[in-house]
């Protein structure tokens, strides 16, 4: 069985969860759905279970899936982590794994970003791949599902439910500014393309 990789960013956080939602209603399992969203204004910080405030690098905490947008489903395993050149983020799914296993940098490149190389490795052109880490970077939500061929129409017009960054048009206002790719040594500019987050 062939599978696809299909991948939204969001500007509005909210339907990126809206999103994670509905991929599991109709019954995308949690091995194929991964959410990625920027947390550099610690929004998602969550208590562990001990009490003792954010739970690190790869720990998840005891209400982060409450905090993040549902207890049930993908989003009751979120984690924190931090991603060479976008910062901390609160992730969930199989693109965790990719982003922290063991030996990922050489095998799929880590110079050109974790993110980059998990996304490239995973099937999305490298175009939209350095888009679509930049667009965490500057506190997007980047949603991906694993689909076989007989169920892409589904997955994509579920993903097409809610307002998408059409990486195209994206790239043409971050290269407007001066910006050629995902760098992961470069600064984090003054002002983002995105929009604020609503409250969750």
């Given at each position: 069985?062939?599978?696809?990789t299909?991948?939204?960013?969001?500007?509005?956080?909210?339907?990126?969860?809206?999103t994670?939602?509905?991929?599991e209603?109709?019954?995308?399992?949690?091995?194929?759905?991964?959410?990625?969203?920027?947390?550099?204004?610690?929004?998602?910080?969550?208590?562990?279970?001990?009490g003792?405030?954010?739970?690190?690098?790869?720990?998840?905490?005891?209400?982060?899936?409450?905090?993040?947008?549902?207890?049930?489903?993908?989003?009751?395993?979120?984690?924190?982590?931090?991603?060479?050149?976008?910062?901390?983020?609160?992730?969930?799914?199989?693109?965790?794994?990719?982003?922290?296993?063991?030996g990922?940098?050489?095998?799929i490149?880590g110079g050109?970003?974790g993110?980059?190389?998990?996304?490239?490795?995973?099937?999305?052109?490298?175009?939209?791949?350095?888009?679509?880490?930049?667009?965490?970077?500057?506190g997007?939500?980047?949603?991906t599902?694993?689909a076989?061929e007989?169920?892409?129409?589904?997955?994509?017009?579920?993903?097409?439910?809610?307002?998408?960054?059409?990486?195209?048009?994206?790239?043409?206002?971050?290269?407007?500014?001066?910006?050629?790719r995902?760098?992961?040594?470069?600064?984090l500019p003054?002002?983002?393309?995105?929009?604020?987050?609503?409250?969750?």
């Amino acid at each position: 069985m062939t599978m696809r990789t299909l991948t939204r960013l969001f500007d509005n956080h909210d339907d990126a969860v809206a999103t994670v939602h509905a991929l599991e209603a109709a019954g995308f399992g949690h091995e194929h759905v991964s959410v990625v969203a920027n947390n550099a204004d610690t929004r998602y910080n969550t208590t562990n279970a001990a009490g003792t405030g954010d739970t690190g690098a790869t720990g998840t905490g005891a209400t982060a899936g409450t905090i993040f947008g549902g207890g049930l489903g993908l989003l009751a395993g979120i984690g924190s982590l931090a991603i060479p050149g976008v910062g901390p983020v609160v992730a969930a799914g199989w693109l965790v794994a990719t982003l922290t296993g063991a030996g990922v940098g050489a095998a799929i490149g880590g110079g050109a970003g974790g993110m980059v190389g998990a996304l490239t490795h995973a099937g999305v052109s490298e175009a939209d791949a350095h888009v679509y880490a930049e667009g965490v970077r500057r506190g997007g939500s980047l949603v991906t599902v694993q689909a076989d061929e007989g169920r892409i129409p589904e997955a994509e017009s579920i993903l097409n439910n809610r307002s998408f960054v059409d990486p195209a048009a994206r790239r043409a206002e971050y290269t407007a500014s001066g910006w050629q790719r995902f760098d992961d040594k470069a600064p984090l500019p003054e002002s983002t393309v995105t929009t604020p987050r609503t409250g969750i």
